[in-house]
């Protein structure tokens, strides 16, 4: 993986070249290191010109959504009073209840965990799939955990896996020669 001959600085088509190969020495190592600046760089270029337009349509966004909700708002209100006030005499009525084009009724229920353990011992003792139909696991507070411990860290049914991220930073503005 080398820049073509005669080029000293990075295109587009050097860094697809670059993208394409394999890293077999450190000299390729070396250069898609200084491949990875130039993207970097390029991206923060490109972030800082439209910048001042996206926070404009941002602004404006802000704008058109908070008239939007003052103007909702009047109208909601008044409806959910209104369906309020038609819940609670259909459920006080219920065998008084006219039917009225376009209105509907449903059931909502409302599900509250009152014992943690014995609906977690319930869904170990059912099928697998109801388990995890049920149960979410939040990755988060597990990575949270194990970073917490480090090599300490335990956990019966958790594995912890590592891999590498790369990091670009700083501001030099290196080119990529040969």
Known sequence: MSVPAGMTTV??????????????TQ???ALACRALRVLAERVKRIEADT???????????????????????RWTTLADVIRTAVAKW????????????????????????TDLRALVAH???????LLSRVVKIDSRELIARARRAGALFSM???????RSVVAVFGDRKDEVTR
């Open 11 to 24: 295109d587009e088509r050097a860094l697809t070249q670059i993208a394409g190969h394999e890293i077999a």
């Open 27 to 29: 000299a390729d190592f």
């Open 51 to 73: 910048e001042p337009e996206i926070q404009q349509a941002y602004r404006l966004h802000r704008a058109l959504v908070a008239a939007r909700k003052l103007e909702l708002d």
């Open 90 to 113: 259909r459920d006080e009525h219920a065998s008084d209840v006219p039917a009225v084009e376009g209105i509907g009724y449903r059931d909502q229920l409302e599900v509250q965990v």
């Open 123 to 129: 869904l170990l003792a059912q099928d697998g799939d």
């Open 156 to 162: 019966p049914g958790v594995h912890v896996g590592h």
